[in-house]
């Protein structure tokens, strides 16, 4: 623990996601002093059309939520 869950839209690289797992969790390490054995991260796609359910569900109405988006989730649907 601590654990880091990235949710994205599809289209990313295997690589990609790798890569940015590994800077996330070590920003983490860094920023809190945790041990970098004990840091997780797992990373699930989305359409923009399934986005639409998560956003509400993990964003708009997420009462733990630290750092806000400054978007409409509906402009990834045009």
């Known amino acids: 623990m601590p654990h880091i869950t990235i949710k994205m839209l599809k ?3 295997e690589e ?3 890569i940015a797992s590994e800077k996330l969790a070590s920003a983490l390490v860094e920023a809190i002093g945790c041990n970098p054995t004990h840091v997780s991260v797992s990373v699930e796609d989305f359409t923009p059309e399934e986005w639409q359910e998560q ?3 993990e964003v ?3 009462e733990y939520l630290v750092l806000e988006p400054d978007y409409d989730p ?3 649907l045009k």
């Open 11 to 13: 289209g990313r690289t």
């Open 60 to 62: 708009a109405e997420n």
């Open 16 to 18: 990609q996601k790798r």
């Open 74 to 76: 509906k402009e990834l």
């Open 55 to 57: 956003y509400k569900k």
